[in-house]
């Protein structure tokens, strides 16, 4: 069986030291081994931004996407070939606003892969412009006078796309993340995990101190469910989604794959991949 270790390779993040997305992919690296998973049983693939850079950094398949599109792959990835464990990962920009689509649809279609989301709260490739996931009033070079739009709640969009896990994380605490990420590869059906990932070099607000003075772990609350909708959604609103930990999974909803009527439940052999498409329908 595979250890963390296995799933390192030789090529060193160019993260700035200290950024949050460093503890992101340890975390997703011992995810991987302890639900003994090996490398060739892994496929990472990312979108663009810094976060983006992660499919390189792990040893496994993987693939760096383009901009907000690591969610259209990462389903065709798991379809061809649901043998494989399917990540999907990228940055709030990538996947909150150029991909929000593709989101919300992969979010409702429940297609069975992980989709974690390093969420800074900025641009950061780009040398720190305003997200959706920006607080208002935020300034940056694009909101110079404060952000005047309001915050994107990703979460609380995620429940009502019919969302069947949704988790959230601080990339500080890798024990809680691992067991998250850990948790939504067993999920059968699209985990989204959104992981608070400061980006030490342009968010001077959202640091690794305000994040720990205000996040509220799920986990301090003893008579907290996840397995009700309703009661989510409202910690959610409560909190203005500072609340991290496993806000909801539905065990009971199937995944897209086991809801098609005819999907083969067993990979193709090989004397079937060498059929023509004619002679495979006259099978
Ligand atoms: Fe991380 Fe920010 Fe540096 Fe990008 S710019 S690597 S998000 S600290
Ligand atoms: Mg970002």
């Known amino acids: 069986m595979a250890t963390f270790k296995e799933f390192r390779n030789n090529v060193k993040p160019n993260w700035c030291p200290g950024c949050g997305d460093f503890s992101i992919q340890a975390a997703i690296q011992r995810a991987a081994a302890n639900v003994g998973l090996e490398p060739d049983g892994l496929a990472v693939i990312s979108g663009i931004g810094c976060s983006g850079r992660i499919s390189g950094y792990i040893n496994a398949y993987g693939l760096h996407g383009i901009h907000g599109r690591a969610l259209p792959i990462a389903q065709g990835v798991k ?26 649809h992969a979010i409702r279609r429940n297609v069975n892969i992980t989709y974690i989301v390093m969420d800074n709260q900025i641009y950061g490739l780009t040398k720190g412009q305003t ?30 796309a019919g969302a069947t896990f949704v988790a959230q994380s601080f990339s500080s605490d890798i024990k809680q993340l691992t067991s998250l990420i850990e948790q939504g590869i067993q999920h059968e059906g ?30 301090t609350i003893p008579d907290y469910d996840p397995s009700n909708r309703l009661a989510a959604m409202t910690k959610l609103m409560e909190t203005g989604s500072m609340i991290t930990g496993l806000i909801y999974q539905n065990k009971e909803r199937k995944s897209y794959e086991n809801l098609i009527h005819g999907f083969r439940q067993e990979p193709l052999s090989a004397q079937q991949l060498a ?8 099978l």
């Open 79 to 104: 379809l061809a070939n649901r043998d494989l464990t399917v990540i999907a990962s990228g940055g709030d920009g990538d996947g909150f606003a150029i991909g929000m689509g593709h989101t919300v």
């Open 131 to 160: 997200s959706p996931r920006s607080g208002e009033g935020f300034k940056t070079k694009s909101t110079p006078e404060g952000s005047i739009e309001s915050t994107l709640a990703p979460l609380e969009i995620a429940l009502s």
């Open 190 to 219: 699209f985990s989204l995990i959104n992981v608070f990932s400061p980006c030490v070099t342009f968010n001077k607000v959202n640091t690794y101190d305000w994040f720990k003075d205000n996040i509220i772990n799920l986990d």
């Open 275 to 282: 059929l023509t498409e004619h002679e495979f329908d006259n």
